[in-house]
Each structure stands twice: as structure tokens, then as C-alpha cells.
């Protein structure tokens, strides 16, 4: 009786045993198909960048003179991200539409009478970005990718961080945001490039509560005295950077600013810098680093 009670439990324990094996192999495969079934339409090139870190599968991409990932040579283009093609991207029967909080006024009732709902990263600055990565990576099962790309980023904020704390002033710092047409925006401690400044330790000259962007003056920006300037070519750089050197010439304000004496005024372009948060983050703030403490920031160029 004894021997038979033993077998029996035997023979339920290899039971349990194969039965949580089991079920875990069926976990994981259900996984691997909830992967294989997602069709995902990233509408910027931000989120390009991040799904090629976390090596999510993407059936549409934006139409952008950046350079695609090789992994999505493949993929639809689905038009530019101040407007991509609600048509296009209907066609491709996305399981998943993403685009940026930035970008979120200029999708309106198209989608909806498509029944779309886009998805709004924020990606307003490098906390933003590294929270963003890593609800991403739970939500699509690339936790080891996400703590790998949050990882790179961490490393580098913690090496500009050391560099500011060796310095008791911060470098007064105006960001410029060029539009095409021989304008611009002030960018404030708001936006994402504000806060590579911050990280890298600088102060933004021009501060705001909720406002990303600041229409420019004149006086202000002479009264701030910047000793660093910042100019963001977020749009057309083969127009706007020709238009800032211009407009630099032609303006006698910039003439006065401690920044154009001393040589110290930079242009931003992608896919280093951007208007929002991209996966270049680590690479944006050794090179802000440098700018600001020439002689003890970062090398990279």
C-alpha cells in the first residue's frame, strides 16, 4: 500500500513538473507569435531609432532624408510626420501607430474615421526617452535590449555630470530652433535640447514653466548676454543653416553677444540633435559636454 501510495506521488510530481514545462513552453511561444503578429507603423524618425534598438519589426516607416535602419529597408513609407498618409497607413493594417506628444495636434479626424489611434511617445527630454524605452521594451518582450540602450544613456549622463560639478559657473546658453524661411524659435528649459543643456551643465538663458518654444526678442536676448549659442537645423539644414549665418551677419544684435566673440555658436543637426528625444541621446551630450567645457567635456564630435 505504502509502495503504491509512493509511486503515485511519483508520478504526479513528474506530472506537475512536465505540466509547468509545458506551460511555459507554450508561454514563450505565444510570445513569439503575439511578436511575429505585431505590425507596428512608426511615424518618426525618433521612434525608428528606438524601435531599431529594442529590433522591433516595423511595416511602415516616415518618408525622411535620414538613413532607415537596414532591418526596415523593407518597410512601407508611410509619408512625412507633420503628415503622414492615413491611407497608406490604413492599407498596412497596423496592429500599433506611434508617434511623438510633440506631433500630437497635427493628427486629427482622419485617423479616427479610420478608426486609428495613434500612440504619443514623450520624448520631451532624456528621462522621458529612457521611460519611454523601457515601457516599450516590457510591452513588446525586449527588457534585456531596453536595459541596454536605458544603460548607454545613463553612463553618459553620469560622465558629463562629473565634468559640470568640477565648474561653479554654469555657461549662460541661448538655443535657437531654425524654421525654413529666415525664422526662428527660442528654444526653453523645456525642450529636449534645453534639457541636454541642463544635464550637460549649462543654464538656459531663457526659462519657461509649460512652453517648449518662445517666440524670439531682440532685447531679451541682448540683456541675457548668452556665452554659448545653440542653433537647432531641426528641418531642411541645407536651407537653415545658410539662413542662420545670414542672419548672424546681417543682424548687428549677435555682434554684441559674448557667444559670437568668442567663436562659441553651434549648429545642431540630425541625427545627433532633433526637436525631441532620439537614441543619439548619449552621443547629443558629449558633444553639448564639450561645447560647454571645451578643455574637460567630452571629445566627441
Known amino acids: 500500500m505504502k509502495g503504491s501510495r509512493k509511486i503515485a506521488l511519483i508520478v504526479l510530481s513528474i506530472i506537475l513538473v512536465v505540466g509547468g514545462l509545458a506551460g511555459l513552453f507554450m508561454s514563450h511561444i505565444g510570445a513569439s507569435n503575439h511578436q511575429k503578429k505585431a505590425r507596428i507603423v ?29 532591418r526596415y529597408a523593407h518597410a512601407a513609407k ?149 556665452q554659448v549659442i545653440l542653433r537647432l537645423a531641426h528641418a531642411l539644414p541645407n536651407i537653415v543653416i545658410p539662413q542662420f549665418k545670414s542672419e548672424f551677419k546681417s543682424d548687428p544684435i549677435w555682434k554684441t553677444t559674448p557667444a559670437v566673440k568668442s567663436h562659441r555658436v553651434y549648429d545642431l543637426t540630425e541625427p545627433n540633435f532633433d526637436a525631441t528625444a532620439n537614441m543619439k541621446a548619449s552621443t547629443a551630450l558629449k558633444i553639448v559636454s564639450n561645447w560647454l567645457y571645451p578643455k574637460e567635456g567630452s571629445s566627441a564630435h
Open 42 to 70: 512608426a511615424t518618426t524618425f525618433a521612434v525608428v531609432q528606438i524601435a531599431d534598438k529594442l529590433k522591433l519589426p516595423l511595416v511602415g516607416v516616415p518618408t525622411t532624408q535620414n538613413k532607415i535602419p537596414t
Open 78 to 226: 508611410v509619408g512625412n510626420p507633420m503628415n503622414p498618409s492615413v491611407e497608406k497607413i490604413a492599407s498596412l493594417k497596423p496592429t500599433a501607430v506611434y508617434s511623438v506628444t510633440t506631433l500630437q495636434d497635427q493628427f486629427g479626424k482622419a485617423f479616427k474615421q479610420r478608426h486609428i489611434e495613434p500612440h504619443f511617445l514623450d520624448l520631451t527630454s532624456v528621462a522621458k526617452l529612457k521611460q519611454t524605452v523601457g515601457s516599450m521594451g516590457q510591452k513588446y518582450d525586449r527588457v534585456t535590449e531596453a536595459k541596454a540602450a536605458v544603460g548607454e544613456i545613463n553612463q553618459a549622463e553620469s560622465q558629463v555630470k562629473k565634468v559640470a560639478q568640477k565648474h561653479a559657473q554654469k555657461p549662460r546658453v541661448l538655443i535657437l530652433m531654425g524654421l525654413p524661411g529666415a525664422s526662428y524659435m527660442i528654444a526653453t528649459n523645456q525642450s529636449y535640447v534645453g534639457n541636454l543643456v541642463a544635464i550637460a551643465g549649462g543654464r538656459n538663458v531663457f526659462a519657461s514653466k509649460s512652453q517648449e518654444f518662445i517666440s524670439p526678442n531682440d532685447e531679451a536676448i541682448k540683456k541675457a548676454r548668452p
